[in-house]
T-cell receptor, first 114, second 113 residues
Framework: AQSVAQPEDQVNVAEGNPLTVKCTYS??????LFWYVQYPNRGLQFLLKYITGDNLVKGSYGFEAEFNKSQTSFHLKKPSALVSDSALYFCAVRDKSGRRALTFGSGTRLQVQP | DAGVIQSPRHEVTEMGQEVTLRCKPI?????LFWYRQTMMRGLELLIYFNNNVPIDDSGMPEDRFSAKMPNASFSTLKIQPSEPRDSAVYFC???????????FGPGTRLTVL
């Protein structure tokens, strides 16, 4: 069975500082990895994905994520946080074969302070 | 592109009543997913369809829940009878093979009193 762990319920960072939201996964075979963001009372918005190729993936709003196969991690990063980045972030995984449903982590609330 | 459309956005009902949630996927997408989000269980898959055919319904909680996809542009999730523990936000998402990315609707917040 596949699983995703987001070890931090909340991450606090000052505006302008770099941010990291952590994600580790477990899946049989090679993974497809995703990051989504959820603003209050909104649906999930796709940020970026790793399918294959370069381990550093760039996505929307200046976010990027690094796939590390040996550590089974896919941490989300941004060089300079904005107050408007404050939201709930979800990491998700699926394996490359067959079942297309995503397994989500529990979410990490990012709070960017002015 | 209008994105995934869900209706209603909010539903308040009383225990025992039938509830029907609706979803219109993005045109051209051949996969449709229903997820449920609660504080206790997070985001969990209920069921998904490929080309209107249910592929995996292992997440459907019990017989009170049913889902249909009569055509490529419409799906329903029905709860009959509803119970307070069904209170959650229900999301619909759609996906096409070339992008292999799920796009989510705004969700339906269901409250069962």
């Amino acid at each position: 069975a596949q699983s995703v762990a987001q070890p931090e319920d909340q991450v606090n960072v000052a505006e302008g500082n770099p941010l990291t939201v952590k994600c580790t996964y477990s899946v049989s075979g090679n993974p497809y990895l995703f990051w989504y963001v959820q603003y209050p009372n909104r649906g999930l918005q796709f940020l970026l994905k790793y399918i294959t190729g370069d381990n550093l993936v760039k996505g929307s709003y200046g976010f990027e994520a690094e796939f590390n196969k040996s550590q089974t991690s896919f941490h989300l990063k941004k060089p300079s946080a904005l107050v408007s980045d404050s939201a709930l972030y979800f990491c998700a995984v699926r394996d490359k074969s067959g079942r297309r449903a995503l397994t989500f982590g529990s979410g990490t609330r990012l709070q960017v302070q002015p | 592109d209008a994105g995934v459309i869900q209706s209603p956005r909010h539903e308040v009902t009383e225990m025992g009543q039938e509830v029907t949630l609706r979803c219109k996927p993005i045109s051209g997408h051949d996969y449709l997913f229903w997820y449920r989000q609660t504080m206790m269980r997070g985001l969990e898959l209920l069921i998904y369809f490929n080309n209107n055919v249910p592929i995996d319904d292992s997440g459907m909680p019990e017989d009170r829940f049913s889902a249909k996809m009569p055509n490529a542009s419409f799906s329903t999730l029905k709860i009959q009878p509803s119970e307070p523990r069904d209170s959650a936000v229900y999301f619909c998402a759609s996906n096409s093979l070339p992008t292999d990315t799920q796009y989510f609707g705004p969700g339906t917040r269901l409250t069962v009193l």
